[in-house]
């Protein structure tokens, strides 16, 4: 099987290490990193194991490859541009989304009818240009045709994913799935990078009555947006992010820190920034989520700037 993954950061690369025991990979990544990889090797460590992998990297994808499987690992704000450059690729092939926040898989459909969502709920930290250390895991990723459905190409990726070693699942209902993990994102991540600590100090009184904000506003919001979740309310969601996620994940630091800490701007927009929105669209308030927004927006502008998080 070949597979290409498609704006490989230290989540993309992670799971290409993986894959590269099993199948055919090649990665698109900047650069300075592929540069890097393609010298020293990638070297992973953490819970999905320690080991140096040897993959095929590059900054673009060679001239006239096909791939049976996709999968777009890049941050939220550059999908579209990512499509667009590589829509020749990208179309008819099965491709898969591993990225935070709501809008991806719909960007992705305007090129390609065969788009496959995918949850994936793991801390991936960079060490350097070459190395990423996988911190925690919250439970096993999960694929689904999207919207909706679990079909034998989706299958197939999940045998192949679990045969690299990836904690795994399919699911009927990925955008379910989807709106779960961005909950939890949106939850944790920006506070985690406004305030500069790791997701276990967050669950301190004056943090946790934010979060409850937060959730709060974004359940209003998916119940609206007529999406089905695991738990029945938003103080049911709580008692599972405190009791069970934000344990599992206490010793990671936010994707959104690492990017504003790098001087890069941040998934916000496909976050807290789509609760906002579509909040917008239904009529919904959502003010703790447009404050937290705009304090990831202002961390981001002082990091642009020069200004040290």
Known sequence: MKILVLG??????????????VCDIHAVSRKKTADAISANGFHLTGIWGTGTFRFSISDHVPEGARYDYIIIAAKSRDTETLCREYAKVIQGTETVSLQNGIGNEEII??????VIGGMIITGFEWQGEDRVHVSVEAGPAKLGRFPSGLDGPVQRLVNVMGDAGIRVGGTAEV??????????????NPLGAVMGVPYG??????????????????????????ISLPWTSPDDYLTFLRDVQLPATARHHSSML????RGRPTEID??????????????????????????????????????PP
């Open 258 to 261: 690492q990017d504003i800490t």
């Open 109 to 114: 459909s305007r090129y390609t009818d065969k």
């Open 201 to 226: 100090e967050l669950g301190r009184p004056a943090a946790w009555r934010i979060i409850t904000e937060i959730v709060r506003e974004g359940f209003s919001v998916i119940r609206a947006e007529g």
């Open 8 to 21: 490989a950061g230290a989540v993309g690369l992670s799971v290409a290490a993986k894959l590269s025991s």
């Open 175 to 188: 955008r379910s799935e989807l709106w779960g993990k961005t909950l939890y994102n949106c939850a944790l």
């Open 270 to 307: 496909f976050l807290n920034g789509a609760i906002v929105a579509k909040g917008a669209a239904h009529g919904i308030p959502t003010p703790v989520n447009a404050c937290i927004t705009d304090l990831v927006k202002f961390c981001e502008a002082l990091a642009s700037s020069g200004v």
